[in-house]
Every structure is written in C-alpha cells, then in structure tokens.
C-alpha cells in the first residue's frame, strides 16, 4: 500500500488561490492513476480530478478551468493548483493513488476553507 501525505490546505477567500501536495512513499513508476477528491459537511465524496501514468487528465466539471492537477515524478508528488477558489469549494480535499496492480490508498486529507 503506498503512504500518501496531503499538505498545502487552509482558509483563504473567495477568490482566492491554493495549492495542495501530495507526497508518496512509492515511486510514480509503479503508480497507475492519482486523483483528489474531495468531501464537505454532510456530502458524499467526490473525484475532483484525476491523472494517469501517461498524463491524461479528468476534471470535474465545477472545477474544469479552475483547477489543474499535475504530478512530478522526479519528486513522486501530486500537485492540485486551485484559482479562483469559491465557497462551495470547502471541504476535505484527498489524495488518491492506484497502483498498476490495483490496490488503493488514501490520504489523511486536507481541509480546505473558502469565506465569501
């Protein structure tokens, strides 16, 4: 199972800018699709965005154009810049890995706060 520490959460206002991290203790050699998800008060959590091993991205449609998620393999580190940040963006955010063999891990996750 691969360790995934979340980083760069925190209250900012609308708006506003954030960047989220997320480091691995496995190389992304070994790692098939990582993604962030995120999940507010009372909410089902949900894929926010997504990248593969060959760089294909998804985004979810409240975030597309705002959000860019990119990985660094050199650091094996997962990146989420997210700009004009909204209210309705709070939540937890989390970092997700599957590795090519299939299995799953999460992150602690990462409270981000947007005040109007």
């Known amino acids: 199972q691969v360790q995934l520490v979340e980083s760069g959460g925190g209250l900012v206002q609308a708006g506003g800018s954030l960047r989220l991290s997320c480091a691995a203790s496995?190389?992304?050699?070994?790692?098939?699709?990582m993604a962030w998800y995120r999940q507010a008060p009372g909410k089902q959590r949900e894929l926010v965005a997504a990248?593969?091993?060959?760089?294909?991205?998804n985004y979810a449609s409240s975030v597309k154009g705002r959000f860019t998620i990119t990985r660094e393999n050199a650091e094996n580190t997962l990146y989420l810049q997210m700009n004009s940040l909204k209210p309705e963006d709070t939540a937890v955010y989390y970092c997700n890995a599957r590795t090519y063999g299939g299995s799953d891990s999460w992150g602690q996750g990462t409270q981000v706060t947007v005040s109007s």
């Open positions: 990248i593969t091993g060959g760089g294909s991205t």
């Open positions: 496995l190389r992304f050699s070994l790692i098939n699709t």
